[in-house]
């Protein structure tokens, strides 16, 4: 049976630990077809094993992680297309299109796969990048749309952005708005209630 680098030799012991993972042969080759990724955006990891890396061996497959709703049926079609082992060792030896902070060489664990399928959800609606920016100030993903506010080139520009939704500088001021230090209000904003990520997108922090 081929997988993307390699194959998996029908054998036997094979077909006994197909059927000891719920597969028989037509349905793995089914779920091959399913789950493989063809590396074009979704979330992907290529999924080896230990024994295999050790001898020499890159046989496996990248596997797009939003095919599954589960955990446990990700690792159990894991399992399968390295059913030439009696217990593998899974391998996470790459992966694509989610943060890094979610993958390790060891493999994921049913955490991370989660945050991968909320990652995926959340970029369907907003900007990869601006997801990337919250990740470099929070960890958990759940608040991050009650969080995120939008993209601005600066603080300044969001400092602006700020004054002109909540404020009247010209009718309280009048001609000395135009004095108004909009630097150092954008300087305070961003000490403790807001922050700005790489990509320029801003978020509550409170």
Same mark, same amino acid.
């Given at each position: ?15 006994? !630990? ?91 664990? !049913? ?72 630097? !150092? ?22």
């Amino acid at each position: 049976m081929k997988l993307q680098f390699g194959e998996l030799k029908i054998s036997p012991r094979v077909v006994d !630990r197909l059927h000891e993972l719920d597969f028989t042969v037509p349905e793995l080759e089914s779920a091959i077809a399913d789950h493989k990724s063809d590396c074009d955006g979704a979330p992907s990891v290529y999924v080896g094993t230990y024994r295999k890396y050790n001898e020499g061996s890159l046989r496996g497959l990248w596997i797009d992680l939003t095919s599954f709703d589960d955990y446990d049926e990700f690792i159990n079609f894991c399992l399968a297309i390295h059913a030439d082992e009696d217990d593998p060792e899974l391998m996470a030896q790459d992966y694509e299109e989610f943060p890094r902070d979610y993958y390790t060489e060891g493999f994921i664990s !049913r955490e991370d796969f989660l945050n991968i399928l909320k990652f995926s959800e959340l970029c369907e609606n907003y900007d990869a990048e601006a997801i990337y920016d919250y990740l470099e100030r929070f960890d958990e993903l759940d608040d991050f749309e009650e969080a995120f506010i939008g993209h601005w080139n600066s603080e300044e520009d969001f400092a602006r952005h700020i004054i002109d939704e909540c404020y009247d500088l010209e009718r309280a001021m009048g001609s000395l708005a135009m004095y108004f230090d909009y630097e !150092r209000f954008a300087y305070d904003l961003f000490i403790d209630g807001y922050y700005r990520g790489e990509h320029g997108n801003v978020f509550r922090v409170n």
